[in-house]
C-alpha cells in the first residue's frame, strides 16, 4: 500500500487541478492549487495542474494529479488520488465545451470494512469562458469499476461472519450535475466555486449530502 | 572498448527488457487473479446474508404469498406472544442474543448457547420471532412496494397461522395473542392493535417510535449537522465515494454503518447484533408512518380491551418525562417500567431483568 502512495503522488507530481480556464492559461502553464469543500463529508484536496498546447489538433490540453482526504479522518487510510486531463472540445466566441476524464483509487477504512477503490470519471463543463473568469454547467460520471473490500472483525462478530473479502465489481456509480464559476486575480491566482447535486446511477437515492460544495484556491507560475 | 561498451549496453538493454517483461507478467498476474476471482457486490451472501428465499437453512413461514424469516420457542400449548423487531427494516437478531456473550448463529442448528434472550419466555410462553417483509433476513422487497395496510395484513396472516396451529396440534382454540414491538415495531403494533384491537391480549412495547405526531414533535433528537463532525458520520458519508446506493445488497451493507450512531440518544452500545438492515423497508414504512405530518395509529386505542406495558431504558434520552408520560398516556390501560443503566436495547443489555418485567406483567 505504501509502495502504491509513493507511486501515485510522484505521478501526481506531473499534473492539475480542473477548469480553470483551460483557455487561457497559456502565458503560467503550471498550477498548484488547494480545495475544501463538501463532498461527501468535509474534504481537503491538493493539487497540481499543468497545461499543454497541441497545436496539431489546435487544442488546449490539461493533465491533472489531486490527491484528497476527509478532515475528520485525514491520512493514507482515508484518501482518494486522481490523475486525469481535460481538453476543449469547442469554443466559439467565448462559448465552450470542454471535457474532463480522470482515474482515481481511493481508500477508506470504516468499523466494518475497508474498501479500496478503482473509478474512471467523465466531466463536461459548458459554459462562457472569459480571460479573466468564467460560468459554467457542469454534468459527472464516475463509475466504480472495482473495489477490494476487506471486513472487520466487528463486522464479522456482531453483524455477518462469513462476508467474503476479495475484488468486487458492481459497486455502481454516481451523477453529479451542478455549477462551477472562477476568477483569476493578478494573472496568477484562481479562485473557484462549484456546487453540484449528487444522485445514483439509476436516478436513486444518494444517501449522503443533498448537495457538494467545494472552493478552490490555485496559483499559476 | 567499443566493442565492450557495445556489449555492456546489450547486456543493459536485455536487463531493461526482462525487467519490462517481469512488470507486464506481474500486471497480468494481478489483472487475471481480479478478472476470475472478482465476486459481484449485488449477489446475497458476499457482503450481506442471504434471505430465507434463497438460504433453505434459514427458518421461515409462508404468509400471503411471500416467505418470512420466522422461528419460535417453546410449548405450543402455552399462551402465544409475537416478538416484533424495529427500524423499520432491522431483525430479531438482538432478541435471542444478549451483550457480552458471542453472538449466536442466524441457523438454528448451530448455535452453541440457548435461551440468552427473551427466548427464556419459553418456559411459560410460546414465543414466536419474525421479521416483516423487507426487514432482516425476510425477503427484499423494492422501494416504494411496502406499505403499513400490508404489513397489517401479514401480522393479521400470522396471527391466524400460529392460531390455526396452535388449534391442530392442541386442540385449543384461542382468538388472541400477546404482541411484543421493539421501537419501530412498537409503532407497528400498535398500528396494528388501532385496527383490529380483537385480536391482542396484552401488549409489550420497547420504546417504541412515537405513537403519534404529537410524541414525534417533542422528541429530542441531534440533527445530521451537528454530527458532521463525528467519526462515524465521516466513516458512513466518506464510503459512499466506494459504492452507490443503487441495489439492495449495496444499500443494506452501507445502512448498518449508521446502525448504532445515528441517533445517539437512544444509548445503543456499539455492539449491538444485527443480521441485516433492510433499506427499502425502513424507507418505504418510515415514509408510510411516522414522516408523515398526519400520521396517528392511536385514534381507535379506546376499542383495545388488553394493557400495555412500556419498557425503557434508564439512559435513553429521546423522550423526557413528559414526552414519556404523553406516549404511554395513548393506550387506555399502560403500566411503565424501566431498566436501569440500559438504553434503547435493554431487551439485549439486560434481557434477565426484562424477561423477569414481563412475567410479572402478564401473570
Redesign the interface.
Known sequence: MKNLLAVILTLMCIHFSYSQNILNIEERNKTVYSKFGIE????LAVGYMHSFSLEKINRKFVLFGEMSS?T??FGVK?Y?AKLGGMINLIEHKGFGINYHLNFST?H?????FD?Q?MAFANKLFLGYFKRKWYITITGEYEK?Y??K?VHSE?YR????????D?????????FQFGIETGITIKEYLDIQLEIKMPV???F??????PAHLNLLLGYRF | MSILKIKESNKKTTNKCMNMKKIIIAFGVLFG??AC??????EP?????KTVDLDAQLPAISINGTMLHAETFGDINNPIILFVPGGPGTDYCAFINRQNT??Q?RYPNKRELHNLGLNQLQDEYYCVFFEPRGAGLSPRFD?GTLTIEQYHDDLDAIIDYYLTKKFNETGTLDSKVHLAGHSFGGLYVTSFINQFPEKVQDVILFEPTPLSKEVFDVLIQTSVFAM????????????????????HC??D??R??GFSNSFPELEYP??????RYGVSAN?DLANETFLRDDYDVTSNLNQFEGRALFIKGGNTSALDEDGWNLQISHYPVYESATIPNTGHYMLWENPDLTVNIIRDFLQ
Do not use: C
Open positions: 461527501p463529508t468535509y474534504v476527509p475528520k479522518l482515508n482518494e481511493g477508506v477504512e470504516t468499523k466494518n474498501s477503490k466504480i472495482a473495489n473490500i466487528y462478530d456482531f453483524i455477518f461472519p462469513e462476508a467474503k476479495g475484488w468486487y465489481n458492481g459497486a455502481g456509480g454516481n445514483s446511477e439509476k436513486d437515492s444518494y444517501n449522503g449530502s | 487473479t481480479y476471482n472478482k465476486m459481484d457486490m449485488d451472501g458476499n457482503l450481506v446474508p458471542q453472538k448463529s422501494k458532521l463532525d463525528e467519526e462515524w458520520m465521516n466513516e458512513y458519508l466518506y464510503s459512499l465515494d466506494h459504492l452507490s446506493y443503487d441495489d449495496r444499500a451493507y452501507h448498518i454503518l456499539e455492539d449491538v447484533p444485527l443480521w424507507i
